[in-house]
């Protein structure tokens, strides 16, 4: 079993016509620095690891760095964390990635089943998920028009059209990431895993922010 770190992860993403932040992976504080003039402030600092998955928990995710001051403190701030935490673990660098406006938070999945192969998952993302297991799920492959029936059966279909004032989400970009990870699915049938949270869901477009692989 492989598990593939947020920046490969994002690789594959890319490769599937998924919007992604803009990032790059810095291997020392003055790369970090150099990335995140390039990619404008304010910027976010992410540990990569493949040995470290739950990398807000010892600090190894700092957010609304609005300098270069703060860059070199963010990252050696997340090195030392780290190390401090998981002494064996193999660091690969620290991502530094653009700071997106918040959006809607979904979440899209994939899990291998023994039974059905790949299924599809789309819900509520961020905390919700765990709470409201509010999700839809399908056997892929699924069309455009199967992706947006998935969007409608969620409870929380009504946060996405826009209640009280909230722009509505952009379905059609939702849908189409729907598609693409199906997609993926049926070329990568040994991915074991896979999950976009948060996906963020904008008035225009959607953009994945975070993403884990499970690979055999």
Known sequence: MKILTEYEAK????????????????????????????????????????????RTDIGGVILDI????????????????????????????VLVQEMLPHGKEVIVGLVRDKQFGHVIMFGLGGIFVEILKDVS???????????????????????????????????????????????????FPNIIELDINPLFSYEKGAIAVDCRIIMD
């Open 11 to 54: 690789k594959i993403l890319k490769k599937y016509g998924i919007p992604v932040p803009r990032e790059e992976l810095a291997k020392n504080e003055k790369e970090a620095k150099e990335i995140a003039k390039k990619i404008g402030f304010p910027v976010v600092l992410k540990l990569i690891s493949p040995d470290i998955l739950h």
């Open 66 to 93: 609005k300098d270069e001051k703060g860059v070199i403190k963010s990252y050696r701030s997340i090195i030392e964390n780290a190390k401090n935490n998981f002494p064996n673990a193999r660091i690969r660098g």
């Open 137 to 187: 799920f399908r056997v892929i492959p699924i069309d455009k028009k199967e992706a947006m029936k998935m969007i409608q059966e969620i409870k929380g279909y009504k946060i996405l059209e826009g209640v009280r004032g909230s722009p509505p989400s952009d379905l059609d970009a939702l849908a189409d990431i729907l598609v693409k990870v199906s997609k993926l699915g049926q070329e």
